[in-house]
């Protein structure tokens, strides 16, 4: 519409050009004409000009017909009887709150969301076969289904443990078969919340302790074993030692060093008494102080 007004703008500003003035008039006819012309030129300029904001791609709508090559942010140049349709490529956030199944058949409720984003090389397949509504048409329902699908392989004890992590992991894995060939990129599934039915989460609880409770024993009963091990050896190494010494020593041993032991006092300038010859042929010490 605004090219057909430039359009009668750039007609009216030719005619008044080669108008020539009647009588007295209160404008110049050329000059309108040059103004009419300006105004005509800027407007066609406007047209032809399309600014693509930062974080979003530019879909060409040629009266129906969708330009396969998107606009990127920045200036761009298009048949001004071109539609551009602004479409944003940014991270977006869907966030879902519903109850999903367990492996057990129990229902818990579960607070997720999806980030994600639209492909920029696919922007305009996406816009041809879906729209601009392609988050509540595409996006929600598959994400809804895949929940669904993936929570009734796990039991619901897993979702306490680290298993979470690798719930979240078949979510992203199963979103990305379903709606990636359409042109949206699957980013993360972070699980915000997740809730059971109390009586089930205290089960649940009560048997996760005893679980931890068990191990805690096993690895006292393991502790306790190797302990009475070490002690084991070291006894066997003490009766070894003894075993060795008790071979080595005999009554010529016992006097020779009973012999160096008395030349050893003989020497010493403290005072006592040393007999030879008392039993077994060792000498008897007697101290002279007492």
């Given at each position: 519409?605004?090219?057909?007004?430039?359009?009668?703008?750039?007609?009216?500003?030719i005619a008044l050009l080669f108008m020539k003035p009647q009588g007295r008039?209160?404008?110049?006819?050329?000059?309108?004409?040059?103004?009419?012309?300006?105004?005509?030129t800027g407007i066609v300029v406007f047209q032809w000009v399309k600014v693509?904001?930062?974080?979003?791609?530019?879909?060409?709508?040629?009266?129906?017909?969708?330009?396969?090559?998107?606009?990127?942010?920045?200036?761009?140049?298009?048949?001004?009887?071109?539609?551009?349709?602004?479409?944003?490529?940014?991270?977006?956030?869907?966030?879902?709150?519903?109850?999903?199944?367990?492996?057990?058949?129990?229902?818990?409720?579960?607070?997720?969301?999806?980030?994600?984003?639209?492909?920029?090389?696919?922007?305009?397949?996406?816009?041809?076969?879906?729209?601009?509504?392609?988050?509540?048409?595409?996006?929600?329902?598959?994400?809804?289904?895949?929940?669904?699908?993936?929570?009734?392989?796990?039991?619901?004890?897993?979702?306490?443990?680290?298993?979470?992590?690798?719930?979240?992991?078949?979510?992203?894995?199963?979103?990305?078969?379903?709606?990636?060939?359409?042109?949206?990129?699957?980013?993360?599934?972070?699980?915000?919340?997740?809730?059971?039915?109390?009586?089930?989460?205290?089960?649940?609880?009560?048997?996760?302790?005893?679980?931890?409770?068990?191990?805690?024993?096993?690895?006292?009963?393991?502790?306790?074993?190797?302990?009475?091990?070490?002690?084991?050896?070291?006894?066997?190494?003490v009766a070894d030692f003894q075993k060795i010494v008790s071979q080595g020593?005999?009554?010529?041993?016992?006097?020779?060093?009973?012999?160096?032991?008395?030349?050893?006092?003989?020497?010493?300038?403290?005072?006592?008494?040393?007999?030879?010859?008392?039993?077994?042929?060792?000498?008897?010490?007697?101290?002279?102080?007492?």
């Amino acid at each position: 519409m605004t090219f057909l007004v430039a359009l009668g703008l750039f007609a009216a500003g030719i005619a008044l050009l080669f108008m020539k003035p009647q009588g007295r008039t209160s404008g110049n006819p050329k000059t309108v004409g040059v103004i009419a012309l300006l105004i005509a030129t800027g407007i066609v300029v406007f047209q032809w000009v399309k600014v693509v904001p930062a974080g979003n791609v530019g879909v060409v709508d040629f009266f129906g017909k969708v330009s396969e090559k998107t606009l990127k942010p920045g200036i761009n140049f298009v048949n001004p009887f071109a539609r551009v349709i602004i479409m944003s490529v940014k991270t977006q956030e869907v966030k879902e709150t519903t109850t999903v199944p367990t492996q057990e058949g129990l229902s818990l409720n579960l607070e997720v969301s999806l980030l994600f984003h639209l492909n920029p090389e696919k922007a305009g397949e996406v816009y041809k076969t879906v729209g601009v509504d392609y988050a509540d048409i595409i996006i929600v329902p598959q994400f809804r289904s895949v929940l669904r699908t993936v929570t009734a392989g796990y039991e619901a004890k897993a979702l306490y443990t680290s298993v979470r992590e690798k719930l979240a992991a078949g979510i992203v894995e199963e979103l990305k078969k379903q709606i990636e060939p359409r042109g949206i990129t699957v980013e993360n599934v972070p699980l915000r919340n997740i809730q059971l039915p109390p009586k089930v989460a205290e089960a649940i609880e009560e048997k996760l302790k005893a679980e931890q409770e068990s191990q805690r024993m096993q690895f006292i009963l393991e502790k306790e074993k190797l302990e009475a091990d070490r002690k084991r050896i070291e006894a066997q190494g003490v009766a070894d030692f003894q075993k060795i010494v008790s071979q080595g020593i005999n009554k010529e041993l016992l006097q020779w060093k009973g012999i160096e032991a008395t030349e050893k006092l003989a020497g010493s300038q403290n005072t006592k008494i040393v007999i030879v010859g008392g039993k077994d042929g060792l000498p008897l010490i007697l101290n002279s102080e007492k």
